[in-house]
């Protein structure tokens, strides 16, 4: 595997078996299966899928040897499935070149050579020891010599894979790129935050979320490298012409800078996979208008750096709502996990149709003729969000004192807009909660209301009504195929 890891390395960081192979996993698990793991990892997930990985290959290992040790090349040949499952795995991703077969191919030869090597010195060590009644010099040399190997081989495996971690050299030279970019200010500056947005009461996420708190979803088991300094982003397809853009010609564009909150449509009820940003970008309606969309088109396939792609309506990075190519979050370049250098935000629709990340093309195009990467997994053609709330405080099954008890979080119906939050207790009638003002309609809502407890089990909900008198969904219903839907409901224990 260090071998492999290490051609990887100097060739390109996107040939890694390893992450080919979890690649892989990732695309062919059913949805249900991703669901589970998001729900049981969270954004521990790929840590887990890695772990998972070692403690297979490792396993695989020792069968491998035990086998060969009882029989001549059968240890090699779970290796060489093992190696070609690599090369399988690589040749099912993006941008496949006959380099890419290499690092699966070297890493199963060097597994195979060594394999040999160890079993050989094992058998002579155990032929040695066969028979052997009193302390024998040669079972001891031959002993010594098979540790030895081992030590030698554990050493070059350490060695390569340390060199292999010169791999991240790639994504450590695109952090310090990123690093020396200065962005330049907005022609229309994001509307200042009211005060009163944010009421501050403890344990409410705040209404900009930083980004290293900012939830983070995609397919890429290795975040993509890209160079802003060969960045192009093409618009092809359906136009009247094409149209081609570099980093610099974007960051020279008049910049548009809004608070949007997006989500993802894995966010169950109550969840945390969503999240507020202040975006810099340009409209993509402005590029879209310089290509010059074709009658009948319906579509905008987005295609990112890593062959990641979503399928978002048309008309809504036509219309008039600021759906962003963004270049910085919250004050910084994009990070390197949000998507830098650009990536899509699009007010009012989840992620997976709309916010691809590492941006390298968008192909004008029609439902009809095109699908983006979840779409034949079985998530929806279409994704708007769906109006939901949640209550963050008090958290749920916490216990808390009898009195007034402060209840909050927040609400959202992303380019609708929230209109009254209610709140019931043990499915009495219905509250209204003190809504707080919003950012704009394109951001989630803070929302508070105290309410006198005496000591006992309560179960409180929350539901939503958006600007355009829309009800939140109660309906429970799970992530897939176009968004959870029902009341968060908690539990709250009121201690005398
Ligand atoms: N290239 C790429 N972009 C992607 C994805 C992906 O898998 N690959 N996932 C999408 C999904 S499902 C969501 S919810 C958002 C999450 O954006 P974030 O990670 O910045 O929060 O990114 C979107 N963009
Ligand atoms: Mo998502």
Same mark, same amino acid.
């Given at each position: 595997?260090? !071998?492999?890891?290490?051609?990887?390395?100097?060739?390109?960081?996107?040939? &890694?078996?390893?992450?080919?192979?979890?690649?892989?996993?990732? +695309?062919?698990?059913?949805?249900?299966?991703?669901?589970?793991?998001?729900?049981?990892?969270?954004?521990?997930?790929?840590?887990?899928?890695?772990?998972?990985?070692?403690?297979?290959?490792?396993?695989?290992? !020792?069968?491998?040897?035990?086998?060969?040790?009882?029989?001549?090349?059968?240890?090699?040949?779970?290796?060489?499935?093992?190696?070609?499952?690599?090369?399988?795995?690589?040749?099912?991703?993006?941008?496949?070149?006959?380099?890419?077969?290499?690092?699966?191919?070297?890493?199963?030869?060097?597994?195979?050579?060594?394999?040999?090597? %160890?079993?050989?010195?094992?058998?002579?060590?155990?032929?040695?020891?066969?028979?052997?009644?009193?302390?024998?010099?040669?079972?001891?040399?031959?002993?010594?010599?098979?540790?030895?190997?081992?030590?030698?081989?554990?050493?070059?495996?350490?060695?390569?894979?340390?060199?292999?971690?010169?791999?991240?050299?790639?994504?450590?030279?695109? &952090?310090?790129?990123?690093?020396?970019?200065?962005?330049?200010? =907005?022609?229309?500056?994001?509307?200042?935050?009211?005060?009163?947005?944010?009421?501050?009461?403890?344990?409410? &996420?705040?209404?900009?979320?930083?980004?290293?708190?900012?939830?983070?979803?995609?397919?890429?088991?290795?975040?993509?490298?890209?160079? =802003?300094?060969?960045?192009?982003?093409?618009?092809?397809?359906?136009?009247?012409? +094409?149209?081609?853009?570099?980093?610099?010609?974007?960051?020279?564009?008049?910049?548009?800078?809004?608070?949007?909150?997006?989500?993802?449509? &894995?966010?169950?009820?109550?969840?945390?996979?969503?999240?507020?940003?202040?975006?810099?970008?340009?409209?993509?309606?402005?590029?879209?208008?310089?290509?010059?969309?074709?009658?009948?088109?319906?579509?905008?396939?987005?295609?990112?750096?890593?062959?990641?792609?979503?399928?978002?309506?048309?008309?809504?990075?036509?219309?008039?709502?600021?759906?962003?190519?963004?270049?910085?979050?919250?004050?910084?370049?994009?990070?390197?996990?949000?998507?830098?250098?650009?990536?899509?935000?699009?007010?009012?629709?989840?992620?997976?149709?709309?916010?691809?990340?590492?941006?390298?093309?968008?192909?004008?195009?029609?439902?009809?003729?095109?699908?983006?990467?979840?779409?034949?997994?079985?998530?929806?053609?279409?994704?708007?969000?769906?109006?939901?709330?949640?209550?963050?405080?008090?958290?749920?099954?916490?216990?808390?004192?009898?009195?007034?008890?402060?209840?909050?979080?927040?609400?959202?119906?992303?380019?609708?807009?929230?209109?009254?939050?209610? %709140?019931?207790?043990?499915?009495?009638?219905?509250?209204?909660?003190?809504?707080?003002?919003?950012?704009?309609?394109?951001?989630?809502?803070?929302?508070?209301?105290?309410?006198?407890?005496?000591?006992?089990?309560?179960?409180?909900?929350?539901?939503?009504?958006?600007?355009?008198?829309?009800?939140?969904?109660?309906?429970?219903?799970?992530?897939?195929? +176009?968004?959870?839907?029902?009341?968060?409901?908690?539990?709250?224990?009121?201690?005398?």
């Amino acid at each position: 595997m260090a !071998a492999g890891e290490l051609l990887a390395g100097f060739a390109s960081p996107t040939l &890694s078996p390893l992450t080919a192979v979890g690649g892989a996993v990732i +695309d062919a698990v059913p949805p249900g299966v991703k669901d589970w793991a998001i729900s049981l990892f969270g954004t521990a997930d790929k840590a887990a899928l890695l772990v998972g990985m070692v403690l297979v290959i490792a396993a695989l290992a !020792a069968l491998a040897g035990v086998l060969e040790r009882r029989r001549r090349f059968t240890g090699a040949a779970v290796v060489g499935i093992f190696g070609l499952a690599g090369a399988v795995a690589v040749l099912t991703r993006s941008q496949v070149t006959p380099m890419a077969l290499m690092p699966p191919l070297l890493a199963a030869v060097a597994a195979v050579v060594l394999l040999r090597f %160890l079993v050989r010195r094992l058998r002579a060590w155990d032929d040695a020891a066969a028979g052997e009644t009193t302390p024998d010099p040669m079972a001891a040399s031959s002993r010594r010599s098979f540790l030895q190997a081992l030590g030698i081989t554990a050493a070059a495996s350490a060695a390569g894979g340390v060199l292999g971690g010169i791999w991240r050299g790639a994504s450590m030279a695109v &952090s310090e790129a990123r690093a020396r970019i200065t962005l330049p200010g =907005p022609a229309s500056p994001a509307a200042p935050i009211p005060p009163a947005a944010e009421p501050g009461v403890a344990g409410v &996420s705040p209404l900009v979320t930083p980004n290293r708190d900012f939830y983070r979803i995609d397919t890429a088991l290795s975040v993509p490298a890209v160079n =802003p300094g060969t960045w192009v982003l093409k618009v092809t397809g359906m136009v009247a012409r +094409d149209v081609q853009l570099s980093y610099a010609d974007l960051l020279a564009k008049p910049l548009t800078e809004r608070h949007i909150t997006i989500a993802c449509v &894995s966010n169950g009820v109550g969840g945390d996979l969503i999240g507020n940003a202040r975006w810099l970008g340009w409209p993509v309606r402005e590029l879209l208008a310089q290509a010059g969309p074709q009658p009948g088109a319906d579509m905008v396939l987005s295609r990112s750096a890593d062959g990641w792609t979503a399928g978002t309506p048309l008309d809504v990075l036509t219309d008039t709502r600021d759906a962003l190519l963004a270049v910085g979050m919250n004050g910084e370049p994009l990070p390197l996990e949000h998507g830098f250098p650009v990536r899509l935000v699009v007010p009012g629709l989840y992620g997976y149709v709309s916010a691809t990340k590492w941006v390298t093309e968008l192909k004008v195009t029609r439902f009809a003729d095109d699908a983006g990467y979840w779409t034949p997994r079985g998530w929806s053609e279409r994704g708007p969000v769906k109006t939901s709330s949640r209550i963050d405080v008090p958290r749920s099954g916490r216990p808390v004192n009898a009195g007034t008890v402060v209840f909050a979080g927040v609400a959202w119906a992303q380019h609708t807009g929230i209109q009254t939050v209610e %709140l019931r207790i043990n499915r009495g009638p219905w509250r209204e909660a003190e809504l707080a003002a919003g950012i704009s309609l394109d951001t989630w809502y803070q929302w508070k209301l105290a309410v006198d407890l005496s000591p006992g089990q309560y179960e409180v909900q929350v539901r939503a009504t958006d600007l355009k008198g829309g009800p939140q969904d109660e309906t429970t219903r799970p992530p897939a195929p +176009d968004g959870a839907t029902g009341f968060h409901t908690v539990r709250v224990d009121v201690k005398s």
